[in-house]
């Protein structure tokens, strides 16, 4: 009976990593078409201002493109096909490669219209991949997209061609479970870290370490309805899950037509009188060392969190949930929440918490540390401010409580990624890197900061403008 079950619930989840294909085949529905229909291998970009001579990698970014279907209305923010842009930078000079992810998704919106496609695509090649359109990470030797089912996709870093799934080799589910696209790689031990959600008879949050292939559990959680979580905090000794009460009682999947991001967030349900739970968990033994209750909030993204004496510090971007109506439905009539930038402090002692408020009330996303400092004391964060007329790329000093932004009018900003000097001596010598959009001028260019003031160092014009972007990662 429980394997019935579990194989029963697993199936909504099947169709949600296939977010647009889903519809019927092409002859019998609608058209489907993508908004972006070019593609680009090593495109010189023009390029004004220097770039540091240092400076030599690729930065990758994943996005999701938006799948038109004649008589519908525009798809949720989260329902697209993923698509990988690379920026390749060397001597001083920048090319830039596209290429959609050739998931079974990609491939089913190709049949619809192939005239409207220039790349040749192998059908067969395209089974059984799933279609990963949030962020891109580095496990072990492979370059993998992901999204929020554990179906990680392997590309060439070159290329950005699809070489097909990242297989995991252990007896953890590949359905019916939720996984963050968010994993975190410690690097002092070079250890990744992730969570799943494994949903069924007795659901359960499942933390592991990536051994090879092989997903070691550290610790098992049961819940009886599980919360969403984007992301997750990682310290030197800890792993902590932020549970918000938007949940979900997964009986409702057995019945629920799951075909979207849309219609499968519409089945979790905003309860705020229940608070937020911090659940920590000790990396060495697994054990659950601290259940810590707060208000009720949201969040998306961590920044970053470092064990500090009995202390844990959690820092992160709340989105006031009042306020979302157009990522979740549950929004309408819901009291106000925290928003902007805040600091959790986690006393293990005490089992007490205290929340101190950075920059409150300000609509800030995407936050950013550096990359080599995750899990570990930091001073510099960068994030976007979207809650000007004009976004902003922020830089907040946690020492000094102050923060310093550069602005361009009506255009919108993608996550920064810091990138540090060579032999760097304070923590941010380097450059950030972000992508820039005038919808007006439909237009984008990759634009290079100094990390120190964010006074421009560079930019480059893209051939035409980057569709909306989650993540992405700068690789050496």
Known sequence: ?????????????????????????????????????????????????????????????????????????????FDGIGMLHSFQIEDGKISYSSRYIHSDAYAKVVQSDTNFYQCKLDLEKTKHIQDAAVNVFKYNDDYVALTETPFPVRFDLKTLETLGNFEFQDKLPKSGTFETAHPHYFAETKELYNFLIEFGWNTQYVLYKLEGKKREVIARIPVSKPGYMHSFAMTEKYLVLVEYPLVVNPLSLLTAKVDSFATYIKLFKWIPDQGTRFLVVEKSSGKLVSE???????????????????????????????????????????????????????????????????????????????????????????????????????????????????????????????????????????????????PALKQSYLLVLDARNLTEIARAILPEALPDSFHGQFFK
């Open 1 to 77: 009976m429980k394997k019935l079950l579990k194989t029963i619930i697993s199936y909504p989840f099947l169709l949600i990593t296939n977010f647009a294909c889903v519809h019927a085949s092409p002859k019998e529905g609608p058209k489907l078409r993508l908004q972006v229909e070019n593609e680009y291998t090593d495109h010189p970009l023009s390029l004004s201002g220097t770039l540091p001579s240092s400076l030599k990698g690729s930065l990758v970014r994943n996005c999701v493109v938006p799948v038109y279907e004649e008589g519908k209305d525009k798809n949720h923010l």
């Open 292 to 438: 810590i209750k707060s208000q009720a909030f949201f969040s998306f993204h961590h920044a970053n969190a470092y064990d500090d004496g009995n202390e844990i510090v959690i820092d992160l971007t709340a989105n006031n949930f009042a306020k979302m109506g157009h990522l979740f439905p549950q929004s309408e009539g819901s009291s106000e929440t925290l928003q902007g930038l805040h600091r959790f402090r986690l006393n293990l002692d005490t089992k007490s918490l205290n929340v101190e408020s950075a920059l409150e009330q300000k609509t800030v996303e995407f936050p950013k540390a550096p990359d080599h400092l995750d899990g570990k004391p930091y001073r510099y964060l960068y994030m976007v401010n979207y809650n000007e007329k004009n976004s902003a790329l922020v830089k907040y000093d946690w020492e000094q409580k102050k923060e310093i932004s550069w602005k361009a009018e009506n255009t919108k900003i993608l996550e920064p990624i810091f990138v540090p000097s060579e032999n760097a001596q304070t923590e941010d010598a380097g450059v950030i890197l972000t992508v820039v959009t005038d």
